[in-house]
């Protein structure tokens, strides 16, 4: 698909027009990122009973995944700015195709870590940061809402593969299911091309004939080169530490990343072990995505509004009390009816920190700087990302129960909320006490300056 004409692009780029048909694709996109390390959780028991492995090496697939669509963030936003989004998300799906279709043939925990870890988490991550880009680039007014709309993405994919997923594995075992699932992952290719890019206006300087190379001054290859240099660079900009708001944003994103995928990859073995039937267990991350689907696109209409949008960062600090507080609570459910009452607040908690955590990075850090921030931020995460899940399930193979990994991220996730709300007072408090001295400075300066103009002009006289 062939991008439209600048200037019918640059008149339609913001807010609406082909930015649908955009947010469209990222839905696809994310909807593949954030759902399958999750849904994958239904294959661990049958891989961990193939190939001998303990509760804690395999969760590591999941962990070693996710980590990797973290870390690879900055290259996949250095790739998205040379190449831009549809280029880079084209080539997501396939290395994620690739990636199931050759871990279906694996024989060992290592080589699952290798290609569904490493090698689709690196597809995913150029799909994720891809697919935020370019909603940033074509929505400003809407953008809670088209990032609603696209994060809700992953929801929808839970809720429908958890259950394919059970079939698959039913049906073909869990070396088939793999096979079947990346012939289906290929479909982020089609979501790729409908990222068509954004082309400002055709200014006078930039429509005037490109010279040839060979008629290009000396010095131009080696300008242009320590251009490209430079834009890369920016990507991993480290001034962001400079920025207080950046760094209290940070902290607690890592804490609530560290406890926000154990629960869903051990649910289903939660509730096999609590005695419920395995298609029942299965359809509890489909309860979970099903709400998760709604409150996404919910939330961020309700971020957009004049009374939370200016608010926002406390918005999301109450989304993640009230993930976590779900967490604690799960221990003390036995029966399945509880266990489904649990999947619908937990779809609930996390649907709305999904829906604000990349737009409370975008608030703080603003369209210009969110792909620099974002590269940064997932990098960082994908530490707490490799550790979360494999530390729960240490727990597990520890104590023999599963409730010590839910009480475990249930704190830490609410201790996370609790200092995001704390320190963001703290933030805004100092920014205006930054502000009135800022302004008084300058109120300060312009009466000297006044006070030194009468002199001049009493000295003229």
């Given at each position: 698909?062939?991008?439209?004409?600048?200037?019918?692009?640059?008149?339609?780029?913001?807010?609406?027009?082909?930015?649908w048909?955009?947010?469209?694709?990222?839905?696809?996109?994310?909807?593949?990122a954030?759902?399958?390390?999750?849904?994958?959780?239904?294959?661990?028991?049958?891989?961990?009973?193939d190939?001998?492995?303990?509760?804690?090496?395999?969760?590591?697939?999941?962990?070693?995944?996710?980590?990797?669509?973290y870390?690879?963030?900055?290259?996949?936003?250095?790739?998205?700015?040379?190449?831009?989004?549809?280029?880079?998300?084209?080539?997501?799906?396939l290395?994620?195709?690739?990636?199931?279709?050759?871990?279906?043939?694996?024989?060992?925990?290592?080589?699952?870590?290798?290609?569904?870890?490493i090698?689709?988490?690196?597809?995913?991550?150029?799909?994720?940061?891809?697919?935020?880009?370019?909603?940033?680039?074509?929505?400003?007014?809407?953008?809670p809402?088209?990032?609603?709309?696209?994060?809700?993405?992953?929801?929808?994919?839970?809720?429908?593969?958890?259950?394919?997923?059970?079939?698959?594995?039913?049906?073909?075992?869990?070396r088939?299911?793999?096979?079947?699932?990346?012939?289906?992952?290929?479909?982020?290719?089609?979501?790729?091309?409908?990222?068509?890019?954004?082309?400002?206006?055709?200014?006078?300087?930039?429509?005037?004939?490109?010279?040839?190379?060979?008629?290009?001054?000396?010095?131009?290859?080696?300008?242009?080169?320590?251009?490209?240099?430079?834009?890369?660079?920016?990507?991993?900009?480290?001034?962001?530490?400079?920025?207080?708001?950046?760094?209290?944003?940070?902290?607690?994103?890592?804490?609530?990343?560290?406890?926000?995928?154990?629960?869903?990859?051990?649910?289903?073995?939660?509730?096999?072990?609590?005695?419920?039937?395995?298609?029942?267990?299965?359809?509890?991350?489909?309860?979970?995505?099903?709400?998760?689907?709604?409150?996404?696109?919910?939330?961020?209409?309700?971020?957009?509004?004049?009374?939370?949008?200016?608010?926002?960062?406390?918005?999301?600090?109450?989304?993640?009390?009230?993930?976590?507080?779900?967490?604690?609570?799960?221990?003390?459910?036995?029966?399945?009816?509880?266990?489904?009452?649990?999947?619908?607040?937990?779809?609930?908690?996390?649907?709305?920190?999904?829906?604000?955590?990349?737009?409370?990075?975008?608030?703080?850090?603003?369209?210009?700087?969110?792909?620099?921030?974002?590269?940064?931020?997932?990098?960082i995460?994908?530490?707490?990302m490799?550790?979360?899940?494999?530390?729960?399930?240490?727990?597990?193979?520890?104590?023999g129960?599963?409730?010590?990994?839910?009480?475990?991220?249930?704190?830490?996730?609410?201790?996370?909320?609790?200092?995001?709300?704390v320190?963001?007072?703290?933030?805004?408090?100092?920014?205006?006490?930054?502000?009135?001295?800022?302004?008084?400075?300058?109120?300060?300066?312009?009466?000297?300056?006044?006070?030194?103009?009468?002199?001049?002009?009493?000295?003229?006289?």
């Amino acid at each position: 698909m062939s991008p439209a004409p600048a200037d019918e692009m640059g008149s339609t780029a913001l807010d609406g027009g082909w930015g649908w048909m955009v947010v469209v694709g990222a839905h696809i996109s994310i909807g593949f990122a954030y759902s399958t390390p999750k849904v994958l959780s239904i294959f661990f028991k049958e891989i961990q009973d193939d190939l001998g492995a303990s509760y804690s090496e395999i969760a590591l697939i999941s962990s070693v995944m996710l980590a990797a669509m973290y870390a690879g963030g900055p290259v996949s936003s250095v790739l998205v700015n040379r190449f831009g989004s549809r280029p880079v998300v084209i080539m997501g799906g396939l290395m994620c195709g690739l990636s199931m279709v050759t871990a279906s043939f694996g024989s060992s925990i290592i080589y699952l870590y290798l290609c569904i870890g490493i090698i689709g988490g690196c597809g995913l991550a150029l799909n994720l940061n891809a697919s935020l880009t370019i909603i940033s680039k074509y929505f400003l007014a809407r953008r809670p809402l088209a990032n609603g709309l696209a994060m809700a993405g992953s929801p929808v994919f839970l809720c429908v593969m958890a259950p394919v997923n059970q079939y698959l594995l039913n049906q073909f075992g869990w070396r088939g299911s793999l096979l079947v699932l990346g012939g289906v992952m290929l479909n982020c290719c089609v979501a790729g091309a409908l990222m068509r890019p954004v082309t400002p206006p055709c200014k006078p300087p930039s429509c005037t004939p490109e010279k040839k190379v060979e008629e290009q001054p000396n010095g131009y290859n080696t300008e242009r080169k320590g251009s490209c240099l430079k834009s890369s660079k920016k990507f991993l900009d480290l001034s962001f530490f400079k920025d207080r708001g950046f760094v209290i944003y940070l902290i607690g994103n890592m804490m609530f990343i560290f406890g926000a995928y154990a629960p869903i990859v051990f649910l289903s073995a939660y509730a096999v072990n609590q005695g419920v039937e395995k298609y029942s267990a299965a359809y509890l991350l489909s309860i979970m995505g099903f709400v998760d689907m709604f409150v996404r696109p919910g939330t961020g209409l309700v971020a957009n509004s004049k009374w939370i949008r200016p608010r926002i960062q406390y918005f999301f600090s109450f989304a993640m009390v009230f993930n976590g507080v779900c967490h604690l609570l799960c221990p003390l459910i036995t029966s399945y009816p509880f266990l489904v009452l649990y999947a619908v607040f937990f779809g609930v908690g996390f649907g709305m920190v999904f829906a604000l955590i990349f737009e409370c990075l975008m608030d703080l850090m603003g369209n210009q700087r969110f792909p620099s921030a974002v590269g940064l931020v997932t990098i960082i995460e994908c530490f707490p990302m490799l550790l979360g899940p494999p530390t729960a399930g240490f727990l597990v193979d520890v104590f023999g129960d599963y409730k010590y990994l839910f009480y475990m991220c249930g704190t830490v996730i609410v201790a996370g909320g609790v200092f995001l709300f704390v320190m963001n007072i703290y933030n805004y408090h100092m920014l205006d006490k930054e502000k009135a001295a800022k302004d008084g400075g300058v109120s300060q300066k312009s009466t000297e300056n006044q006070e030194q103009a009468s002199l001049s002009a009493m000295e003229m006289k």
